[in-house]
């Protein structure tokens, strides 16, 4: 029964992270890197300035870009990649407009 119960978690773990929202850095639109926490419309563009010159060859260095430190970096560390396909829920920029209104005082 354990190893039952131990098979179902890790299948559950697995698909939560195979639906989790990620954004390809080197492919995603501004839009889609703006769903990034603490990633507004100067630093989205300031991320496709880098890679027009710089493709990412790896996701620590997003923090070369300049707007972008150690803080962003680690909030959004496990949702940035460098290949593949940007998969974002239909609910991430709906979220992120939410927040801005709230920061805004709104």
């Given at each position: 029964?354990k190893?039952i119960?131990?098979?179902?978690l890790?299948v559950s773990?697995?698909?939560s ?6 954004v390809?850095i080197?492919?995603?639109s501004?839009?889609?890197?703006m769903?990034?926490?603490g990633?507004?419309?100067s630093?989205?563009?300031a991320?496709?300035?880098?890679r ?8 620590a ?9 150690e803080?962003?970096y680690?909030?959004?560390k496990k949702?940035?990649?460098i ?6 829920s239909?609910t991430a ?11 805004k005082?709104?």
């Amino acid at each position: 029964m354990k190893t039952i119960k131990t098979f179902i978690l890790a299948v559950s773990l697995i698909m939560s992270a195979a639906w989790a929202d990620t954004v390809n850095i080197n492919t995603a639109s501004k839009n889609e890197l703006m769903s990034l926490k603490g990633v507004g419309e100067s630093r989205a563009e300031a991320i496709i300035k880098y890679r027009k010159k710089h493709k990412f060859r790896s996701v620590a260095e997003i923090k070369d870009v300049s707007g972008i430190g150690e803080e962003i970096y680690k909030d959004n560390k496990k949702q940035i990649k460098i290949s593949g396909k940007t998969t974002l829920s239909e609910t991430a920029p709906k979220a992120k407009k939410s927040e801005e209104k709230a920061d805004k005082g709104s």
